[in-house]
Nanobody, 114 residues
Framework: VQLMESGGDLVQPGGSLRLSCVVT????????MNWFRQTPGKGLEWISS????????KYADSVKGRFTVSRDNSKNTLFPQMDSLKIEDTGVYYC????????RGQGTQVTVSS
């Protein structure tokens, strides 16, 4: 399996970003997917999951109401949408095929700063 995250950038507080994760060499259409982040001074944090057919999405309390996740199974791609970004959202964001984050990509850097 290969996972490639992209879309990270420098954004001001209150701004938005849309990330992408392309997954190859994997039965993406039949698999639930997860998003994680690693923020400065903290460990790996689970932030969101979406089931294989997009009928169930879950979010950590820290991002609920601000982040949403979608997927396009025809393109093997996951799309986390991040709105109302806060400084504490700064970190490296990963997609993962498992709920522990062990099988994840290289990540994409999101920096929220004024």
């Amino acid at each position: 399996v290969q996972l490639m995250e992209s879309g990270g950038d420098l954004v001001q507080p209150g701004g938005s970003l849309r990330l992408s994760c392309v997954v190859t060499e994997f039965p993406f259409s039949f698999w639930d997917m997860n998003w994680f982040r690693q923020t400065p001074g903290k460990g790996l944090e689970w932030i969101s999951s979406i089931n294989y057919d997009s009928t169930e999405m879950k979010y950590a309390d820290s991002v609920k109401g601000r982040f949403t996740v979608s997927r396009d199974n025809s393109k093997n791609t996951l799309f986390p949408q991040m709105d109302s970004l806060k400084i504490e959202d700064t970190g490296v964001y990963y997609c993962a095929t498992d709920s522990s984050g062990h099988q994840r990509g290289q990540g994409t850097q999101v920096t929220v700063s004024s």
